[in-house]
């Protein structure tokens, strides 16, 4: 099916532990973005891709990695997770940067 | 510090009324300021503003953006239930998007 994907849906973790999220979009949009929505904070850009092996940091890229070395693409990684990073992490993709759709969203618990 | 602000936090109206949300900004030069609604899962797209004083819309919702007085509304009129959401606004400044904290909206039957 047509669309964005995310997965898993739901992660629980423990402190030091790495995670990667993945997301997947069948449109082949070049853009795709990340983002994580925390309760007084909205939702905050973490990376964003142009392109594929083309990614720039967003406003709180630390602690993340990510890459892009398929179009359709774009995992997120947390190399050692910490409590802070437990969020809803939100994957979009867009043919421009202003047309995103958004993905189902991922709820991660670091423990 | 908060580059957009989004107000009220939360409102509460019944079925018919009108009400229009604000969205103020402090960054001066962007490409862009969108809408999005999001109810239970993720945000959904509704407008793009670009230009000052051009009005969008899309049957019951529309958009205006004053890029001299820094603020954007959403206005929303002959709400219905459906309409109950977190309505996001945000700024596009071309290599960051930055998102309000969302004005929850309630419509009661």
């Known amino acids: 099916d047509a669309g964005i994907t995310q997965s898993p849906r739901y992660k629980i973790t423990e402190t030091g532990r790495q995670v990667t999220l993945m997301c997947h979009q069948t449109?082949?949009?070049?853009?795709m973005f990340w983002y994580r929505q925390d309760l007084g904070h909205g939702l905050r850009l973490i990376y964003y891709?142009?392109?594929?092996?083309?990614?720039d940091k967003g406003e709180v890229p630390d602690g993340y990695v990510v890459s892009r070395s398929k179009t359709e693409n774009f995992p997120l990684t947390l190399e050692s997770a910490t409590r802070s990073q437990t969020s809803v992490y939100f994957c979009a993709s867009g043919s421009a940067q202003e047309t995103q759709y958004f993905g189902p969203g991922t709820r991660l618990l670091v423990l | 510090e908060d580059k957009v602000v989004q107000s009220p936090l939360s409102l509460v109206v019944h079925e018919g009324d009108t009400v229009t949300l604000n969205c103020s900004y402090e960054v001066t030069n962007f490409r862009s300021l969108l809408w999005y609604k999001q109810e239970k899962k993720a945000p959904t797209f509704l407008f793009m503003l670009t230009s000052s004083g051009i009005e969008k819309k899309s049957g019951r919702l529309s958009s205006i953006l004053d890029k001299k007085e820094l603020f954007s509304i959403l206005n929303i009129t002959a709400t219905q239930t459906g309409d109950s959401a977190i309505y996001l606004c945000?700024?596009?400044?071309?290599?960051?998007?930055?998102f309000g904290t969302g004005t929850s909206l309630t419509v009661i039957p």
């Open positions: 449109w082949s949009h070049s853009y």
């Open positions: 891709s142009a392109a594929a092996d083309i990614t």
């Open positions: 945000a700024l596009n400044t071309g290599n960051q998007f930055y």
